[in-house]
């Protein structure tokens, strides 16, 4: 994709189909007039009277404890400088989606009109009674440390100038770990900083505050070492002015222990690295190119411990892993501060979780075998969904401890659990999907690839480095498509199974269809005859390895593209049957839903193997499935041949599977409710945990149930996802838009990836005992 072309693609994603990224949803019913008289006039006045009486209650009856500022001038935006307070707002919406998907926190984003300092503090100040916290951004230094300690001495609500305080955060918990891995101690080693803007000086006090000595740290800029001799230091600078004989970043590089890159890319050779003492630890935390190259760095030093911000490395510093859950840690304490003792439990919280056993979820979501603290892994990851519950708890303590904290916290389980609840509240499902395809890429057919949305889609699969696209279709049409779309044709395989050109090819695999299928029913005329239909050739490039997986179905009925699939590519191991489960982004979070597409009305063990094979799905995922079996009964409350049917499946389960978190047969809402469920069946498996899997007794319930959540909550839907099947092949549903195809583009290349894996291991997909 050009330059322009994706400039254009990001301004539709900001303009399309609502301009902005961020809304606000009424969280009160207003279906009737009751219900707005009682939000407005006259209901509304009785909570304004108890807010007169008593401030404290705008907690109680509006949104302040739950609402944060982002709050900036525009004049450091990203890597773009002082663009303006209006040309900053979509930063401020997207850093506001980060508030919302990482810890559930609403945001408003203020963009400020003014470069004075005092302004600006007054503009901030008259805004404040409506918020719960203030996130400072993109304000230039050394402004935005007046700012910050000003509108901190000044409000009773926590301000955190995230650009100053995150990076050192997240980087102080990773030299934390680093440190103790290199068996140093922070208050001997030698620590070298390029860069003295906001973020170095947080960084450097922080690290101080952990016990870093002034004497062996060096602060260089763009002018050197930063020494005590030189004129019109600044007070941060002068701060962190030394008077040893250092004049360069060469010569402040020798012999050091660490080095905390917060400046621009390359400065660093591989001389300078090599000059350091034993086990460096460099932290090249540029964006987007690093101070020295990753690749560079670990070729030169193999004892390295080293981070980056990228997300392509080991141990990516991304603030992210902060601010979301230290805001929401001192919202729920209604803390009057984020201070130091605040910040330093976060930095121990996010240490100590890197040390900890990382679940195998985490492990499947980021393609690793197995996650160990160590040199590559010093700081959790950034979709581990342990850190909401981890980091709040630590910074709420924090601010209790310390006094800041107006409404302390004493039953913590009970915290926590309202904490993971939260969770439901992203969509971080699909991040996932598209991170872990990219980190091995596998060949996937496009089988109508003469459609614009499935070339719009192979185009984005392409350039994202989620797959290897193959286009099948006809050659001309598709080549016209791609001049249309900008489509860059140099490295893409397009094949017309009808075309002359192919004969040799089509020869090869209708001669091996025939000799597998001769005995029933197939001629060799007819395998030749059949070879010429795109999704005959696709199957049997899937089945001949030259290719990995493959997408059809998009112009198609379901039937009519489900039986080449059958004929030519067959069942799995273990499997008797195929399913097809859809994944719904729903906000609880993800809800996996079995059977969608095949199977009209399975018996019980039928039901079973669908069950058993959508657990195994649901974990490719990196999800822990928790399923319940539905039916329109509840634990034999009818002897109904369609009930009993499911207690039966789940009686197997139970019986064979016993570590399988699954239960039934059970009503919708006692599936989803956990308290009504609760009370009603205390004994069910279920209890304590939150389902996430669905699976129903036949076709019409599961159908109709995702289409439905689909429709009218405008879920995003990804799926039907092929259960059961020995090769990496996926059905799309008829007409899937472009994003739809891209999901099961990247989920075609983590069932190639599995299924690899499971080959090599010769596991089979079901298990024999049901």
């Known amino acids: 994709m050009s330059i322009e072309s994706k400039r254009r693609e990001a301004l539709v994603y900001h303009a399309k189909p609502t301009p902005g990224k961020i809304k606000v949803v009424p969280t009160k019913k207003y279906a009737t007039q009751r219900d707005l008289s009682l939000a407005y006039s006259p209901g509304v006045a009785a909570p304004c009277l108890e807010i007169e009486k008593d401030i404290s209650n705008a907690y109680k ?58 302004a ?15 996130n400072l951004e993109d304000i230039k230094a050394p402004e935005a440390f007046e700012i ?36 140093k101690d922070i208050d001997k080693v030698r620590i070298v900083v390029s860069g003295a803007g906001a ?40 701060e962190f002015a030394t008077d040893l004989d250092l004049h360069t970043l060469e010569d402040a590089m020798k012999n050091a222990d660490v080095f905390i890159g917060l400046s621009m890319a390359n400065l660093v050779d591989t001389d300078m690295l090599v000059s350091m003492a034993n086990d460096p630890i460099v932290f090249a935390m540029a964006n987007p190119d690093p101070e020295i190259k990753y690749d560079l760095a670990i070729k030169a030093r193999k004892d390295v411990i080293m981070a980056t911000g990228r997300s392509d490395h080991p141990n990516q510093v991304n603030n992210v892993l902060g601010f979301p859950f230290i805001f929401r840690g001192a919202l729920d304490v209604r803390a009057t501060a984020i201070n130091e003792e605040m910040k330093m439990a976060a930095v121990k919280a996010l240490a100590e979780l890197a040390k900890e056993p990382v679940p195998e979820q985490v492990n499947i979501a980021y393609g690793e075998t197995r996650l160990n603290f160590g040199r590559e892994y010093i700081i959790p990851k950034p979709f581990d969904p342990r850190l909401i519950s981890k980091v709040p708890p630590a910074v709420a303590k924090a601010a209790i401890e310390s006094g800041v904290a107006t409404e302390p916290i004493t039953d913590w389980q009970k915290y926590e659990d309202e904490l993971l609840g939260r969770m439901g509240n992203d969509n971080k499902l699909v991040r996932l999907l598209m991170d872990r395809a990219k980190r091995n890429p596998k060949k996937v057919v496009f089988a109508e690839g003469d459609h614009l949305d499935v070339l719009k889609a192979a185009q984005t699969v392409k350039e994202e480095g989620i797959a290897i696209p193959i286009l099948l279709g006809r050659k001309d049409v598709i080549l016209e498509l791609m001049k249309e779309i900008e489509f860059d044709p140099e490295g893409i395989t397009i094949i017309d199974p009808k075309a002359d050109e192919e004969i040799d090819r089509k020869n090869v695999y209708a001669e091996r269809y025939w000799k597998e299928n001769k005995r029933k029913g197939i001629t060799q005329y007819g395998a030749r005859r059949v070879m010429r239909e795109r999704n005959y050739f696709a199957a049997m490039m899937v089945n001949e390895g030259d290719a990995d997986a493959l997408l059809s179905g998009y112009s198609r009925s379901y039937p009519t593209v489900v039986k080449p699939m059958l004929d030519l590519v067959g069942l799995a191991k273990g499997a008797t049957r195929i399913a097809t489960m859809n994944v719904m982004m729903t906000d609880r979070g993800p809800m996996f839903i079995s059977d969608t597409s095949i199977n009209i009305d399975p018996t019980s063990k039928e039901l079973a193997k669908i069950a058993q094979m959508t657990a195994r799905t649901v974990e490719m995922f990196g ?25 039966e499946a789940v009686s197997y389960l139970h019986r064979y599977f016993p570590d399988l978190i699954i239960d039934g047969e059970l009503q919708m809402d006692f599936a989803l409710n956990n308290e009504m469920r609760n009370d009603k069946f205390p004994f069910s498996k279920l209890n304590g945990q939150k389902v996430n899997t669905l699976v129903f007794p036949n076709l019409d319930s599961a159908n109709s149930t995702y289409k439905m959540l689909k429709e009218l909550n405008n879920s995003e839907s990804i799926g ?16 899937a838009s472009v994003e739809e195809i891209i999901n099961m583009a990247a989920v075609a290349v983590i069932d190639a990836q599995e299924k690899e894996k499971r080959n090599s291991e010769e596991e089979p997909l079901v298990s024999q005992k049901v």
């Not at 980060?98 to 984003?109: G, P």
């Not at 901190?152 to 997240?170: N, R």
């Not at 999800?623 to 207690?647: D, L, T, W």
């Open 61 to 118: 009856y509006t949104a302040k404890g739950n609402l944060v500022a982002v709050i900036s001038n525009g004049t450091a935006v990203l890597g773009l400088g002082d663009i303006g307070p209006e040309a900053s707002k979509p930063v401020m919406e997207g850093k506001g989606l980060l508030f919302k998907i990482f810890a559930d926190i609403d945001v408003f984003d203020i963009e400020v009109d003014t470069k004075d300092v005092d």
């Open 120 to 134: 600006f503090i007054e503009t901030v100040k008259n805004i404040a009674p409506t918020f719960g916290g203030i």
């Open 148 to 183: 910050e300690r000003r509108l901190k001495e000044e409000l009773d609500i926590p301000v955190m100038h995230d650009d100053q305080h995150g990076t050192a955060i997240i980087s102080a918990a990773a030299l934390l770990n680093a440190l103790e891995i290199a068996g």
């Open 199 to 238: 973020a170095a000086v947080s960084c450097t006090r922080l690290y101080k505050a952990f016990g870093a000595k002034s004497e062996h740290i060096v602060m260089t800029d763009s002018k050197g070492v930063i020494r005590k001799d030189r004129d019109s230091l600044t007070k941060e600078k002068a």
């Open 623 to 647: 999800v822990k499935p928790v399923i319940a079996m539905i039916s329109y009964a509840n634990y034999g409350s009818s002897k109904h041949a369609n009930a009993s049917k499911v207690k």
């Open 720 to 735: 039907p996802i092929m259960m059961g099947m020995s090769k990496p092949v996926h059905i799309l549903q008829l007409g």
